[in-house]
């Protein structure tokens, strides 16, 4: 029988980090809802990160944060198509900035880590 743990860390960041982390959030939202617009039944994530390079020359602001977690809202975006097509979950709709809970994750060393906040 395999157990299988989580663990919940209660993150107390200092303001810097506090800024990063929304700036993240930011940048992960933009993304997601630029790429749904662009292609409102479509994605194909990798021709989308390719474009994701002309993108951040365009907005100067999206090279403030990781490239990671930019390319994973397109994966995001791609999952959600996937997971409608499949009829398994509801038409992708635009993120708001508004949302109660935020999530970030990234790919690190063939791990993901997840970062939930909540406000």
Known sequence: MNIIRGYIFRLYPNLEQQELIE?????SRFIYNY???KYPNFI???K????LKDLTNEYEWLKEVDSCLLRNSIFNLDNAFKRYN????NKPKFKS?????KNLS???ECKEISH???K
């Open 35 to 37: 790429f749904l617009n």
């Open 48 to 51: 989308c990160c390719n474009e």
């Open 23 to 27: 700036k993240s959030f930011g940048c």
């Open 97 to 101: 900035k508004n949302k109660i809970r």
């Open 116 to 118: 939930t906040f909540n």
């Open 44 to 46: 194909n994530a990798y």
């Open 106 to 108: 990234k790919i690190k």
């Open 86 to 89: 499949e009829t398994i979950g």
